[in-house]
């Protein structure tokens, strides 16, 4: 069974700051990969996608990924985070059937 | 343009009382649907999903049943409402061949 894991339950940064979420999967197989955002109060949404292609993917509001096919890994990242990055983050992964198996998220709170 | 609805938005339930969920999506024709329960420092767990009508399958064993009666409506239902049972229950969609999922605003619910 697969399984996607990450590494921080809980992350505190300050404006301006780095960001780097880890992020593992544990399937051997061709694999889609997803970081999915959760602002306060708002839906689940998609903040990027790896399928192919280009292992750096670029995702919506300054975050990127890469995919790491040695590592296992699809870490998110982003230079310099904002006051409204605060929001629980997912990764996410599918082998090439229809379910997707979900991290157990990070929430990332950034302080003004 | 793609759309999914959940409701109610909240739901508050005696102990032994049935439940229903419903789940409709705009915009496209012959999706997938899922149903998630989330649940705080756990991520998401999977608990049904649907490739078409009357088609379900269940991820993990549980108080919970789904039912697709018709393309793009889902519903979780239970006969008899456990305290367990309470949670944050999300319903999605997907129809891509990347398997991107689309989620739904979530339904809160509190057996007491």
């Known amino acids: 069974a697969q399984s996607v894991s990450q590494h921080n339950h809980h992350v505190i940064l300050s404006e301006a700051a780095s960001l780097e979420l880890g992020c593992n999967y544990s399937y051997g197989g061709t694999v889609n990969l997803f970081w999915y955002v959760q602002y306060p109060g708002q839906h689940l949404q998609l903040l990027l996608k790896y399928f192919s292609g280009d292992p750096l993917v670029k995702g919506i509001k300054g975050f990127e990924a890469e995919f790491i096919k040695s590592k296992f890994s699809f870490n998110l990242r982003k230079p310099s985070v904002q006051w409204s990055d605060t929001a629980e983050y997912f990764c996410?992964?599918?082998?090439?059937?229809?379910?997707?198996?979900f991290g157990a998220g990070t929430t990332v709170t950034v302080r003004a | 343009s793609q759309t999914i609805h959940q409701w109610p938005a909240t739901l508050v339930q005696p102990v032994g009382s049935p439940l229903s969920l419903e789940c409709t999506v705009e915009?496209?024709?012959?999706?997938?649907l899922y149903w998630y329960r989330q649940a705080a420092g756990r991520g998401l767990q999977l608990l049904f999903y649907?490739?078409?009508?009357?088609?379900i399958s269940s991820e993990v064993p549980q108080n919970l049943s789904a039912s697709r009666p018709q393309d793009r409506q889902f519903i979780l239902s239970s006969k008899k409402l456990l305290l367990s049972d309470s949670g944050f229950y999300l319903c999605?969609?997907?129809?891509?061949?990347?398997?991107?999922?689309?989620f739904g605003p979530g339904t809160r619910l509190t057996v007491l």
């Open positions: 915009g496209t024709s012959n999706p997938n």
């Open positions: 996410a992964a599918t082998p090439v059937d229809y379910k997707l198996s």
């Open positions: 649907s490739v078409g009508i009357g088609q």
């Open positions: 999605a969609f997907s129809g891509g061949a990347d398997n991107e999922q689309f």
